[in-house]
């Protein structure tokens, strides 16, 4: 009988932790090299899927440059084999501070993260902090 590791959970909180601290290099180790992130259903402006790790760090890199944004993360579950976290990513922008809830669900593979798609509660919200960047 053999015994299957759990998913780590703790991996969408590190990346997380990562993206406060401006660390890429902390990001892309939590990553495999064909990782897949899929767009916020609701909101324009972000290419619709990105492929591999050097695409989803320059998304990463583009929004460190957002003023003050940051991600609080909540807790982090297995779900049918998928890990699914809850956060709250919070932008400043032109002395007005923004916040939506995010849920990732996350495929892990040989213990990094290898596909994810997010979901937000008010992608409306996400979306003039695209337009207003845009002026």
Same mark, same amino acid.
Not at 62 to 78: F, K, R, S, W, Y
Not at 125 to 134: A, D, H, K, N, P
């Given at each position: 009988? *053999?015994t299957? *590791? !759990? !998913?780590?959970?703790g991996?969408?909180?590190?990346?997380?932790?990562? &993206?406060? @601290?401006?660390d890429?290099?902390?990001?892309?180790a939590?990553?495999?090299?064909d $990782?897949?992130?899929?767009?916020? !259903?609701?909101v324009?402006?972000? !290419?619709?899927?990105?492929?591999? @790790?050097?695409a $989803?760090?320059?998304? &990463?890199?583009?929004?460190?440059?957002?003023g003050?944004? *940051?991600?609080?993360?909540?807790?982090?579950?297995?779900?049918?084999?998928? $890990?699914?976290?809850?956060?709250?990513?919070t &932008?400043?922008?032109?002395?007005?501070?923004?916040?939506?809830q995010i849920?990732?669900?996350?495929?892990?593979?040989d213990?990094?993260?290898?596909? @994810?798609?997010?979901?937000?509660?008010r992608?409306?919200?996400?979306? @003039? $902090? &695209?337009?207003?960047?845009?002026?």
């Amino acid at each position: 009988m *053999t015994t299957q *590791t !759990p !998913p780590d959970t703790g991996i969408i909180g590190r990346i997380h932790d990562a &993206f406060n @601290r401006r660390d890429l290099d902390a990001i892309a180790a939590e990553l495999t090299d064909d $990782v897949v992130f899929h767009s916020i !259903p609701g909101v324009t402006g972000m !290419p619709p899927v990105l492929e591999g @790790r050097d695409a $989803v760090l320059q998304q &990463f890199a583009a929004m460190m440059q957002l003023g003050g944004q *940051t991600i609080e993360h909540h807790n982090a579950e297995v779900l049918a084999g998928y $890990v699914v976290g809850l956060g709250t990513a919070t &932008f400043d922008l032109n002395n007005h501070q923004r916040s939506v809830q995010i849920i990732d669900v996350c495929v892990l593979r040989d213990g990094k993260l290898a596909e @994810r798609w997010a979901m937000l509660d008010r992608p409306a919200e996400l979306q @003039r $902090v &695209f337009e207003e960047l845009g002026r």
